[in-house]
């Protein structure tokens, strides 16, 4: 399995505070991304980034930040979190056209589930 | 982003070949159809990538017509642990997610 790792696994907050996600990876791919996924709505992009300090928009991208200092970290962050950011959250990576011979194969961490009260 | 659209739920029984297919009326040229598998509580998991024709490996076949607009997911002789959630997506170094399948295997 790919090297991934996210923090924290479960986190319950209250509508109003920050909310910082991370997730680690231990393959150097280039390509990180963070998705969210609800009932009814499958997985939805949020951020992803395509190097340190390259980052852009998802399809869901209001109301979340990202940044990545270095290769293998990327944060996800609700400057105020609200309710309907109560979801669950996946961190994947890829390396198209580098390492992997599918292109747009993503691996997959194991989620973060936030709740936001 | 192009969109993928599949149906909700299939059921299936042991031993029978599923085939699920993904409308991506929309899809652009340097656009892959990749699949995923996701049991609960986890992480989606690649099965399968193509960009048209048909594709093959130790667990599925995908067929993707000269048009691009569909694609089928082909499980052969399901078992009860193929029971999962099937993501249709569309991409290349960002992908879209369809809403997913959710087959259901039963004795």
């Known amino acids: 399995d790919a090297g991934i790792t996210q923090s924290p696994r479960h986190k319950v907050t209250e509508t109003g505070t920050p909310v910082t996600l991370r997730c680690h990876q231990t393959?150097?791919?280039?390509?990180m991304y963070w998705y969210r996924q609800d009932p009814g709505h499958g997985l939805r992009l949020i951020h992803y980034?395509?190097?340190?300090?390259?980052?852009d928009k998802g399809e869901v991208s209001d109301g979340y930040s990202v940044s990545r200092s270095k290769t293998e970290d990327f944060l996800l962050t609700l400057e105020s979190a609200t309710s309907s950011q109560t979801s669950v959250y996946f961190c994947?990576?890829?390396?198209?056209?580098?390492?992997?011979?599918?292109?747009?194969?993503?691996?997959f961490g194991e989620g973060s589930r936030l709740t936001v009260l | 982003l192009a969109k993928t659209t599949q149906p909700i739920s299939m059921d299936s029984y042991e031993g029978q070949e599923v085939n699920i297919t993904c409308s991506h009326n929309?899809?652009?040229?340097?656009?892959?159809i990749t699949w995923y598998q996701q049991f609960p509580s986890q992480g989606p998991r690649f099965i399968i990538q193509?960009?048209?024709t048909k594709v093959t490996n130790e667990v599925a076949s995908l067929f993707i017509p000269a048009d691009r607009k569909s694609s089928t997911l082909s499980l052969p002789r399901v078992s009860l642990s193929d029971t999962a959630v099937y993501y249709c997506?569309?991409?290349?170094?960002?992908?879209?997610f369809g809403k997913g399948t959710m087959l259901l295997v039963s004795p």
């Open positions: 994947a990576i890829s390396d198209p056209g580098g390492q992997l011979a599918n292109t747009g194969e993503l691996f």
């Open positions: 393959e150097n791919h280039r390509y």
């Open positions: 980034s395509y190097g340190v300090k390259d980052t």
């Open positions: 929309n899809i652009a040229t340097n656009d892959y």
């Open positions: 193509g960009y048209k």
């Open positions: 997506c569309s991409g290349y170094s960002t992908l879209t």
